[in-house]
């Protein structure tokens, strides 16, 4: 089974390091959100409106495998185990909220991990694109290509004076959310980061911790999306997060510049020091180890530390409590947990090592 070869490995096919700007952007990713005419939205659908909802979306599925691009598995979210629910959230192949009440749920997944389409989420359908580095222009043309394919066979609920409606009114009009997951180490360690923050937000973007704990982001991965979808096009939003992100890549690229010339011992010296906790560590719990693969990845990059980029992403994914759990096929205490993740991360560093 496709969704099962899926969850069981550590990073997509996509994820293969291969796009633009990589060693600093993780991925690009678009969610496009589109609701059926006929149908109110789900949170306040009955039972049999979400019923015709789930049926239509599987109806037409097949439509998708003519794209040329994949073959699609039709995902039945009630079917699945906790785990396995938890762990496609981890994967963001779908959200928290769509599992909350699996019933009458679903995710149409493409084979390569690239591509999901969310039934009876907030929205009746939310296409998902990724694709490894700054790659916005291919997600969103992959994301319309898609959108364009199911219009073709269903009514979407459209006003010429409003755009696409949806169920958030912040996502009304262009329904898109394009967003970017960048590593920034060497910003956050020279804190410049807020003042990039203010800028960005008075442009009416916005960027946030991807990992998050007690009101403070950890791992310095920050994800920038727009927060404008009204009176706007999906070309204006693309093109203008293009230039943004431009302009932080350079900006952190300066900064490591700054500490790799200025402080080299001492890089030298924290990367490699957390580089053996990674590679000796007997237990690691999730925050410290979350901010030990920065370094790592940050030491990859600076040649410092001889691995593949792509060991970091497949460590990430490797080291969530989801994933965790259900690769020893049952639950774990926080304790476990942290015994878990120190061995997967001595492990995995062996199966990437050059």
């Not at 939003?237 to 293009?242: A, D, F, H, K, Y």
Request: glycine fraction near 6%; charged fraction near 20%.
């Amino acid at each position: 089974m496709m969704f099962d070869k899926i969850l069981s490995s550590p990073i997509f096919p996509w994820q293969d390091g291969s796009g633009d700007l990589e060693d600093i952007i993780l991925e690009s990713r678009v969610r496009l959100c589109r609701n059926l005419k006929k149908y109110v939205f789900p949170n306040k659908a009955s039972e049999p409106e979400l019923v015709g909802i789930y049926n239509e979306g599987k109806q037409y599925m097949p439509v998708l495998n003519t794209l040329g691009h994949g073959l699609y598995e039709f995902i039945d979210i009630h079917e699945l185990t906790p785990l396995q629910r938890e762990v496609l959230v981890e994967r963001h192949l779908t959200t928290a909220a769509h599992i909350a009440d699996p019933e009458h749920r679903a995710i149409m997944l493409r084979d390569d991990g690239a591509v999901s389409i969310l039934v009876n989420e907030d929205d009746h359908f939310c296409i998902q694109t990724m694709a490894s580095g700054l790659a916005l222009q291919r997600v969103w043309n992959e994301a319309n290509q898609i959108d364009d394919s199911l219009e073709s066979k269903m009514n979407f609920a459209f006003r010429d004076d409003y755009g696409y409606l949806t169920a958030s009114p912040s996502l009304m009009g262009t329904g898109l959310v394009a967003s970017v997951v960048l590593h920034l180490p060497a910003l956050v360690a020279m804190k410049r980061l807020n003042r990039i923050v203010q800028g960005i937000t008075k442009l009416g973007y916005a960027i946030g911790g991807v990992f998050f704990e007690q009101n403070e982001s950890f791992g310095n991965l920050f994800q920038i999306s727009n927060q404008v979808t009204l009176g706007v096009t999906e070309d204006d939003i693309i093109s203008q997060l293009e230039k943004i992100v431009y302009q932080i890549v350079q900006e952190e690229r300066n900064c490591r510049h700054s500490i790799w010339s200025e402080n080299r011992d001492a890089v030298k010296d924290k990367v490699l020091r957390h580089y053996g906790v990674l590679t000796n560590a007997w237990m690691l719990e999730h925050r410290e180890y979350v901010n030990i693969l920065s370094d790592l990845r940050l030491a990859i990059d600076l040649g410092v530390v001889h691995e593949r980029p792509q060991v970091y992403q497949a460590l990430l994914t490797a080291g969530e409590a989801g994933n965790l759990q259900l690769s020893m096929g049952h639950a774990l205490s926080e304790h476990d947990m942290n015994l878990r993740r120190a061995s997967v991360a001595r492990h995995m560093l062996q199966e990437y090592s050059i």
